[in-house]
């Protein structure tokens, strides 16, 4: 039998979490919470260090996303894809700034090759990264992939703005966290 | 409200294939199938000119893909994304070579720049390319985003061997309809 479809899910303990009525009115909250997201994944055994979150420009959640790669066993469940996904799926929009608000990711690491070209499609006006690439490499063991040379000039070319090292420090903590205590690379 | 789950489907005509019952034992015949999904994808009216097909060394299928970005509303859900979930949902292996049987990606055009990362994350050992960026570009209007400059030599490197120009023709010819029928771009 060949599969059809496919499910993916967040975990549960993101429900209680109640984050739809909260706001995030600056980039400081909304790097606080990608990074709140990844530490939680990891204390609660539910993934790796990584942890995404998208926002309105109001400051209104708009979709989450924590690393599902092995509980999923799905190598495209990253932070950033369930946050896309997951976004997309909320709001019934493949572009999901399409409507005129402008539309923020935070993640609290560098995307990787994937999640770097899923960003381009995926309606984003402005991108937070955390760690940087070669921390989450450092740090935890991760392969990130090759990226073009200028991978920020080719975001800001499509219209998308890049702020590195928000709070690098706290989100390189997850990380050094998770690799040293032996948590599964992949 | 958040959502945390997203559910994606292929369309029910893959079913009336029967693929399972098929086998496909050269790289001729794993791109005819990857461009006949593409073709039919078009004719069916179930998404973008983009079919991939993922086999393993006998040329058994293990997971297929056609685009359903706007069925879905779903940026992610590019032909080699949703043959990657399907396939990892399918054998519970987030590396689709991880128990040594070498696999094969066949997709009717070059990866974007999100399915280029996915295709390192994914366990493959073979990627096999229909038509070229440029030709998805031209014929169809499609943007494929930016890719390292040597992207070919980022997945040799990574034991990732790749084949440009399998039935480039024939690829063309559904992205020329697609493109010349006023499909939808994204």
């Given at each position: 039998?060949?599969?059809?479809?496919?499910?993916?899910?967040?975990?549960?303990?993101?429900?209680?979490?109640?984050?739809?009525?909260?706001?995030?009115?600056?980039?400081?909250?909304?790097?606080?919470?990608?990074?709140?997201?990844?530490?939680?994944?990891?204390?609660?055994?539910?993934?790796?260090?990584?942890?995404?979150?998208?926002?309105?420009?109001?400051?209104?959640?708009?979709?989450?996303?924590?690393n599902r790669v092995v509980s999923m066993n799905c190598s495209v469940a990253h932070a950033e894809m369930m946050a896309f996904m997951t976004a997309q799926a909320r709001t019934q929009q493949l572009r999901l700034n399409e409507t005129g608000t402008r539309v923020t990711l935070a993640t609290s690491a560098q995307p990787c090759s994937m999640c770097y070209g899923a960003s381009i499609?995926?309606?984003?006006?402005?991108?937070?990264?955390?760690?940087?690439?070669?921390?989450?490499?450092?740090?935890?063991?991760?392969?990130?992939?090759?990226?073009?040379?200028?991978?920020?000039?080719?975001?800001?070319?499509?219209?998308?703005?890049?702020?590195?090292?928000?709070?690098?420090?706290?989100?390189?903590?997850?990380?050094?966290?998770?690799?040293?205590?032996?948590?599964?690379?992949?």
């Open positions: 039998m060949i599969y059809l479809q496919v499910h993916l899910t967040l975990p549960s303990w993101l429900e209680d979490m109640q984050l739809h009525a909260r706001n995030y009115p600056d980039d400081s909250a909304r790097m606080a919470l990608a990074i709140e997201l990844a530490r939680r994944n990891v204390d609660m055994q539910t993934g790796g260090p990584f942890g995404a979150a998208l926002f309105d420009e109001s400051g209104r959640v708009l979709g989450i996303g924590v499609w995926a309606g984003i006006d402005r991108l937070l990264v955390g760690a940087r690439a070669s921390d989450v490499e450092s740090l935890a063991g991760f392969d990130e992939g090759p990226l073009p040379t200028d991978w920020i000039g080719a975001l800001q070319q499509r219209g998308i703005e890049v702020q590195l090292d928000l709070q690098r420090e706290a989100a390189c903590a997850v990380l050094r966290e998770y690799g040293s205590g032996g948590g599964k690379r992949y």
